[in-house]
Structure formats: structure tokens, C-alpha cells
């Protein structure tokens, strides 16, 4: 799907500065397909985030007989089919590297009359899936996968579903929503009990469109065969592509950055609160809700960070944003200690090890530990290297961060997969004062 490979070349910088509104939420704009095609109506999206992952699981959408029209500048209609609308598809579903969409969408067709192939790149060939498809069979799914429960996934129609109540042994929105959307087409009630709160974006936006959703603590539950009604979803910016410039803003003397309508829901802020902890001059204001989900602007001034054991009860909240706090955590003065993220060695790469051995590469002292890292800290000491992101988006957009405040220019390989979740990065790190080409010729 992405296939002209990229090396970003990032030059040391100065201040970030300006105004900006970055892309749309990808959680969101995955869910707002989702469910805009099985409701019944026309959905109008508006914000939606156009980068690969959730193109594809648009793409999916429509091989399945549902009319999506791509009006420009995010916005969407969706011709919703109904619960029951979606016809088989002829090819194996694409989703790319998009875990969210494969782990959704198997949710989401566990349930459904028809067989269906899902399939993806060779990172998302590699994560695993065991997590959806045991509760999935529980509930009544017939679902193979290859070996070691990895995808291409091959889901076997006709299966009645029935509700079940399931504590998840990891906390993964994924696995959350995923039941949830199976329990749609299942009889009874579907539970799903979380070890730690997950984004609950899946949640909210039911209650959107209108189908009954309960949570008690730690427990949601919905009752299946229910309706969606069509609606209008409004999708924020992405807190986790404006991680990279808070970080980069609070790293650079003199900078002070404003980020519009950045979506800030709770179970999304994790970020804001670790860099915070760390010493971080964030304001966040013009709060309001925009279709159940909180958004607000947020100004980020430079501010010196000092290192910080992680809280692990925020680890689920900032789960995608561990990147770039690594490189907020080199630039930050004494160590900083993170436990009970081992999920991150699961993500598009094995995130604690390509971010160790980029980091060793630029001269940081940091060590790899099963569920972690231990990185120590200082003002000043990032150098440049040449890093291979491992086709991770965010790692690639984290090292083009640190390249910013290094002592000497960045390349970082294998970076066209940014475009999976932040399409026209490199043209906004610019705006805002980054010193960023792609593919420069010398
Ligand atoms: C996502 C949930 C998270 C996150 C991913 C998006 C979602 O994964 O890492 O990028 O949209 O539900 P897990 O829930 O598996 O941790």
C-alpha cells in the first residue's frame, strides 16, 4: 500500500512556534466507519483522518457493499446498511499495519453470515491476535488463524453468537471494542471487565448512535441485536500526533505552540500527565464536547524536564505516546524509569527495543527491560545517528523530534509508514520550525 520508501533528514532547530491543528483522531475515525456502516442512515463524518490505516478500513468497508463517499478535507458520508446490511466480500479484507482496524473489524464480522479473509502487512502479520480470537470462539465465533495466532485471519460466517462476560487478561481498548462490536449480533449480554481503564471511544460513540451501553467501575455491558441510528461525528485532532510537537516544544528554548481542538478525553491525556510530572508547561483550555468526546487547545512552552518513574496506572492512557516521551526522557535531567508496559513490544515493531537501540545510537544510556525501559537523562547529550525506524510511525516521528534539539543532523529510515497515521507530518513539522526534508539527494 506504501510503497516509496522514505528517510526523513532532520537538521538541529530552534524554538517551535505557531498554530496548528494536526490530523484526526485515528481511534476514532476507525469507529466512526465502523459504525456509520452498520447504522441505519446516512453518518457525516467531518474531521476524519485520511492516512492509510483508516483508508483501509474504509476500503473494507465499501469491498462489503457499503456506499462511502470521500468528499475532501475529512469529510465522509456514510450510506449505513443497517446491522444485518454487509454483503461477503470477494477478496481478502487489506488492513495494512493497522492492528485497530484487523482487531475491530474481526469483532465486528464474527458474527456476521458470510466468511471473510483478513489480512495485512508484514508487521501486522506479526502481532498477535490470540487476544480477540479466544473470547471470540467463547462467544460461538469460528475463526483460524496462521501460526502462533497471527494473522491472515480467516472467519467462518454462520455462526449464531452469544454474550459473554469476559475479564481481559491485557488492557487493550482493542479487545475491548472488538467484543463489544461482536456483541452486537450476539443474543444475551456481552461484559467486557477491564484489569485498567482503556480509551473508551468505542463507548462513547454507541451512545452516539443511539444503542444502549452501560459501565459499572470497571465493567461495560451492552445487550445484542439492538439498532444504530446514523448520526454526525465530529473527530478531534489526535492527541497522539500532537505528542510529538508538545514534546518537541516543551525540548526547544523560546518555543510556544498552540494546538487546536486537540481531542482530550481521559482515557487519552496520559501524555499530558507524564510530561507534566516530568516538568512540562502545558495549558490546556477552550474545553468543550463535541459529540461526547472532550477537546480542547492546548500551549506548550519550552520548560527544563527532569527524569521520573512512569505511574504504570498511566501506562494504558499513554500507550501510543511512549516514543516520544522516550526522547522527552533523554533531554530530561537524571532517570527515567518505565514498568508494566510490555504491550509495547507488540505494537507496529517491538517499541522498547527500536526505541533502545535508537536511543544507544544517539548516545543515550538506555536500557531495555522486559516490560520497560530505564533511560538516563540529560540536557543537551542527544547526537545525531542514523536510525532505522523499522517502518514504525512513531518511531520514525519521534527520532525526527529528536533530531531537532541533537548536536548534529538525523537520518531516520524505513519512514513512509508515517503516513498510516499522520499524513503530511514532515510539511507540519516544518510549519511549526522543525528542520525536516524527505529523501534529500545529498
Ligand atoms: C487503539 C488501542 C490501543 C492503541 C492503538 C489504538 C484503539 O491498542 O495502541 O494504537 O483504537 O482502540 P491496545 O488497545 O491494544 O493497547
Redesign the pocket.
Do not use: C, F, L
Given at each position: 500500500m506504501l510503497s516509496r520508501e522514505q528517510t526523513f533528514h532532520v537538521r538541529p532547530g530552534g524554538a517551535v512556534t505557531g498554530q496548528v491543528r494536526v490530523p484526526g483522531d485515528?481511534?476514532i475515525s476507525?469507529r466512526s466507519i465502523m459504525l456509520g456502516a452498520i447504522a441505519d442512515g446516512v453518518t457525516e463524518i467531518s474531521g476524519f483522518l485520511e492516512g492509510a490505516d483508516c483508508l483501509a478500513t474504509l476500503q473494507s468497508m465499501q469491498e462489503m457493499g457499503v456506499k462511502i463517499d470521500v468528499l475532501g478535507h475529512g469529510h465522509i458520508r456514510v450510506n449505513g446498511v443497517g446491522l444485518h446490511g454487509l454483503k461477503t466480500p470477494v477478496d481478502p479484507l487489506d488492513f495494512g499495519n493497522s492492528?485497530?482496524a484487523m482487531r475491530l473489524m474481526t469483532g465486528l464480522l464474527a458474527g456476521q453470515e458470510f466468511n471473510a479473509i483478513l489480512k495485512g502487512d508484514q508487521s501486522l502479520s506479526n502481532r498477535p491476535m490470540g487476544r480477540i480470537i479466544e473470547p471470540l470462539v467463547q462467544m460461538g465465533a469460528t475463526i483460524e488463524a496462521a501460526e502462533n495466532n497471527r494473522p491472515p485471519l480467516h472467519i467462518r460466517g454462520g455462526n449464531p453468537l452469544t454474550g459473554i462476560c469476559y475479564e481481559m487478561k491485557v488492557a487493550?481498548?482493542?479487545?475491548k471494542?472488538a467484543l463489544l462490536l461482536a456483541g452486537l449480533y450476539a443474543s444475551g449480554e456481552t461484559c467486557v471487565i477491564e484489569p485498567a481503564p482503556?480509551?473508551d471511544?468505542t463507548e462513547r460513540m454507541l451512545a452516539g448512535f443511539g444503542y444502549p451501553i452501560q459501565r459499572n467501575d470497571n465493567r461495560i455491558c451492552l445487550q445484542g441485536g439492538g439498532r444504530l441510528k446514523a448520526t454526525r461525528v465530529e473527530v478531534p485532532a489526535d492527541i497522539s500526533s500532537a505528542a510529538f510537537f508538545i514534546v518537541a516544544a516543551t525540548l526547544m528554548p523560546g518555543s510556544e505552540l498552540l494546538l487546536e481542538h486537540v481531542g482530550v478525553n481521559p482515557t487519552r491525556t496520559g501524555v499530558i500527565d507524564i510530561l507534566r510530572l516530568m516538568g512540562a508547561n502545558i495549558d490546556i483550555f477552550n474545553q468543550s464536547e463535541v459529540g461526547g468526546e472532550l477537546v480542547a487547545d492546548l500551549r506548550v512552552r519550552h520548560a527544563a524536564l527532569h527524569g521520573i518513574d512512569i505511574p504504570e496506572a498511566l501506562v494504558?492512557l499513554a500507550?501510543?505516546e511512549f516514543p516520544v516521551i522516550f526522547i522527552a526522557a533523554a533531554n530530561a535531567s537524571g532517570t527515567t524509569r518505565l514498568t508494566g508496559a510490555s504491550?509495547l513490544r507488540v505494537?507496529e515493531s517491538d517499541r522498547i527495543k527500536v526505541m533502545a537501540d535508537g536511543l544507544l545510537a544517539c548516545g543515550i544510556q538506555a536500557q531495555a527491560t522486559p516490560d520497560g525501559i530505564i533511560i538516563q537523562g540529560k540536557p543537551g547529550q542527544v547526537q545525531g545517528a542514523r536510525i532505522d525506524s523499522q517502518g514504525d510511525h512513531r518511531i520514525a516521528m519521534a527520532f525526527a523530534v529528536a533530531g531537532q534539539c541533537a548536536s548534529s543532523p538525523m537520518l531516520i529510515d524505513n519512514c513512509a509508514n508515517v503516513a498510516t497515521s499522520f499524513p503530511g507530518f514532515a510539511a507540519l513539522a516544518k510549519h511549526v520550525g522543525l528542520d525536516i526534508e524527505i529523501n534529500p539527494s545529498c
Open positions: 485515528k481511534s476507525h492492528g485497530t487493550s481498548a482493542q479487545v471494542s482503556t480509551r471511544h494504558p500507550i501510543d504491550e505494537k
